[in-house]
């Protein structure tokens, strides 16, 4: 999870988050299994006028797990507090709310939050605060370091994101196999 900086708010959004909001939180309280539909605006399904925005602002990567390049029907917009909870209906079309994330990351986060998940443009964030990458084995770790605070909030986000799933860790083994400083990757020094 790469920190980035969360972009302007696109303007048609600017316009209209805060109507659709209360749209959608009108819709839940009167019926709480309503399922969510993005509404359309001039025509077009907001996700797909919001999804360039949000591809740009990760610069194409899963803002959660880093996969690269995202293609095409491998790039959902995630909703990071969850739209279908109470406390976050009138959080469907906040724009800091929404991120663009992988198939993967969003099946594994699905309905679940946790206040200590992390969000890769906090402006306090950065990768190496909480997390290492085990260059032998490819995956994600807590970092060791870290304060017993933020090492439960990077605990919590690799758990509720997967970050460790095979298809990434194989991927990257490769790609650092067929790199030229396989010291590097392997973690050997010469
Ligand atoms: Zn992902």
Known sequence: MKYFKRQEEPEFLQQNAARWNQQWAALKSRNPGA????YQYKGQPVN????PFLKLQSQNHCAYCDAFPLQIGDDTIDH?????????????????????ACNHCQTAKMESFSTDLLRPDAPDYSFER????????HEIEVNPNASLTDQNKAET??????????????HLKKA???ALDKTICTGERT
């Open 35 to 38: 399922t969510f539909n993005w």
């Open 48 to 51: 797909q006028l919001l999804l």
């Open 80 to 100: 990071f507090c969850p739209k279908s909870v109470p406390d976050y209906f009138m959080e469907a079309y906040s724009w800091r709310n929404l991120y663009c």
């Open 130 to 137: 909480y997390f290492l990458y085990n260059y032998a084995s």
């Open 157 to 170: 986000t690799i758990r509720i994101f997967q970050f460790n799933y095979p298809e990434r860790t194989n």
């Open 176 to 178: 650092c196999l067929g």
